[in-house]
T-cell receptor
Framework: AQSVTQLDSHVSVSEGTPVLLRCNYS??????LFWYVQHPNKGLQLLLK??????LVKGINGFEAEFKKSETSFHLTKPSAHMSDAAEYFC????????????FGQGTELSVKP | NAGVTQTPKFQVLKTGQSMTLQCAQD?????MSWYRQDPGMGLRLIHY???????DQGEVPNGYNVSRSTTEDFPLRLLSAAPSQTSVYFC?????????????????FGEGSRLTVL
């Protein structure tokens, strides 16, 4: 069965330092994986997606993620955090043998200190 | 460009009351869905629709009804509200849906409806 686990419920970084949000997945099929971002009191927005093309995926606002099949991971990174990056981030896997339903991780709240 | 619009943004109900959360999209999207968001649990799918007249259950459908009479609208009805239904509800849509799933995996979300059941 497909599942997704975000390893940290909360990450705090200083502005200008790197960001690493960790995500592991479990899938019986070749997975499609996504990262969504949710700013306070807003809906979710797609940040980037992996759908079996390049393993290093670039998204909006300088974020990128690398698909590592051997480690079943899809960690989200950014070289230098900005105050506007403070938000909640969700790792998501698509269950294509169940009509493409999306399974959301529990979320990681990113705080950015000045 | 309005995108996905949800109303109301906030609502307080008493146990046993019924209400409808409204969702409308102006992007001519085939796929629409309702999620609930609870702390530490991510988002869970309640119901979804792949086109007008077609609906199906998601992961947590009990206590909720939906209908899809038009492409634009997908209301969520709480039949008899319970405190366990206190949550933030999100409507989301996508431009197409096939046997391989939501097109590109991209959902467009509304800003949410915060419901409290006393």
């Amino acid at each position: 069965a497909q599942s997704v686990t975000q390893l940290d419920s909360h990450v705090s970084v200083s502005e200008g330092t790197p960001v690493l949000l960790r995500c592991n997945y479990s899938s019986s099929y070749s997975p499609s994986l996504f990262w969504y971002v949710q700013h306070p009191n807003k809906g979710l927005q797609l940040l980037l997606k992996y759908t079996s093309a390049a393993t290093l995926v670039k998204g909006i606002n300088g974020f990128e993620a690398e698909f590592k099949k051997s480690e079943t991971s899809f960690h989200l990174t950014k070289p230098s955090a900005h105050m506007s990056d403070a938000a909640e981030y969700f790792c998501v896997v698509a269950i294509y043998n169940q009509g493409g339903k999306l399974i959301f991780g529990q979320g990681t709240e990113l705080s950015v200190k000045p | 460009n309005a995108g996905v619009t949800q109303t109301p943004k906030f609502q307080v109900l008493k146990t046993g009351q019924s209400m409808t959360l409204q969702c409308a999209q102006d992007m001519n999207h085939e796929y629409m869905s309702w999620y609930r968001q609870d702390p530490g649990m991510g988002l869970r799918l309640i119901h979804y629709s792949v086109g007008a007249g077609i609906t199906d259950q998601g992961e947590v459908p009990n206590g909720y009804n939906v209908s899809r009479s038009t492409t634009e609208d997908f209301p969520l009805r709480l039949l008899s509200a319970a405190p366990s239904q206190t949550s933030v509800y999100f409507c989301a849509s996508s431009y197409s849906y096939s046997t391989s799933g939501i097109a590109g995996g991209e959902l467009f979300f509304g800003e949410g409806s915060r419901l409290t059941v006393l």
